[in-house]
Nanobody, 118 residues
Framework: QVQLVESGGGLVQAGGSLKLSCAASGIRFKIASMGWYRQAPGKQRELVALITSGGMPNYADSVKGRFTISRDNANNTVSLQMNMLKVEDTAVYHC????????????WGQGTQVTVSS
């Protein structure tokens, strides 16, 4: 059974920091590309950051220099350190795993709410 469980969301003032974590189980984590997406009310889900199986990160332009994605293959976790948060970062943040094994499989977590107040 595949599970992606996010944690670390909450309410923070603009300029503050939060760290999101995603614990993965039931997948071949070491070969998975892991990502964070977000969806604000009335908007489409958008990519925030991803990290390849080899550890190469990639970021949306809107978060470059403020967010850092990292992975811990020993513990099957992926994290998103978010600094200098802005009101426009408010959204539900979802963990994503793309696993290329006997096909390509795409998995999602339930999401964690991040609210940034002015």
């Amino acid at each position: 059974q595949v599970q992606l469980v996010e944690s670390g969301g909450g309410l923070v003032q603009a300029g503050g920091s939060l760290k999101l974590s995603c614990a993965a189980s039931g997948i071949r984590f070491k070969i998975a590309s892991m990502g964070w997406y977000r969806q604000a009310p009335g908007k489409q889900r958008e990519l925030v950051a991803l990290i390849t199986s080899g550890g190469m990160p990639n970021y949306a332009d809107s978060v470059k220099g403020r967010f850092t994605i990292s992975r811990d293959n020993a513990n099957n976790t992926v994290s998103l350190q978010m600094n200098m948060l802005k009101v426009e970062d408010t959204a539900v943040y979802h963990c994503n795993a793309v696993v290329p094994y006997l096909g390509v499989y795409n998995y999602w977590g339930q999401g964690t709410q991040v609210t940034v107040s002015s």
